[in-house]
């Protein structure tokens, strides 16, 4: 089966977004132990970059996972706007949205969607380490947004539903 490096985003003294108290990389690193507890009842190897409060750049994830030899890599982020309420829904961004990685990051998204998310696509981020560095395809989802409030009772009401989301679209795609 396949080997996934699952990066929960941000880490130690960066917080990523943060919203009334609530830290971006605290949702991550939850959501990455739940999707990739998922993953490997499904017979998936999962590598993590972090299982505890550490920073660590997104170039060395990447190199990390490059040495691992995985077979793909997800980065679980929550994404922040100017304004708060102003936007809703999840993201994925790929380094090519054409590539196997385009493919896994619409099946996460489509999969989110049916919990409840806005689906807002698929983009393209070319000046990210973790999607330009890895020999992989990579994903990087971006699960609703921290600072509005209707993301944020979605993620916490349906916790296990969202988790299982990524997971089913990372399953479909390997």
């Known amino acids: 089966m396949a080997t996934v490096v699952i990066d929960a985003g941000h880490g130690g003294s960066d917080f990523g977004a943060t919203y009334m108290g609530r830290r971006e990389k605290d949702d991550a690193l939850n959501l990455a ?15 993590y970059t972090r299982v505890d409060d550490v920073y660590e750049t997104p170039t060395a994830k990447a190199l990390e996972a490059n040495a691992a030899g995985a077979d793909y890599f997800l980065s679980i982020h929550r994404n922040s706007s100017p304004i708060p309420n102003q936007y809703t829904g999840v993201e994925s961004l790929v380094y090519n949205r054409y590539s196997k990685a385009g493919e896994i990051a619409r099946n996460i998204n489509r999969e989110l969607e049916k919990v409840g998310y806005a689906n807002q696509g698929v983009n393209e981020r070319t000046n990210l380490a973790v999607l330009r560095r890895t ?18 009772l979605r993620l916490d009401s349906r916790f296990n539903e969202t988790a299982a989301a990524i997971a089913n679209g990372i399953l479909m795609s390997i």
């Open 33 to 47: 132990f739940s999707v990739g507890y998922i993953l490997e009842q499904n017979g998936v190897d999962v590598i």
């Open 135 to 152: 020999n992989m395809p990579a994903v990087l989802v971006e699960v609703g947004f921290i600072n509005t409030d209707r993301d944020n």
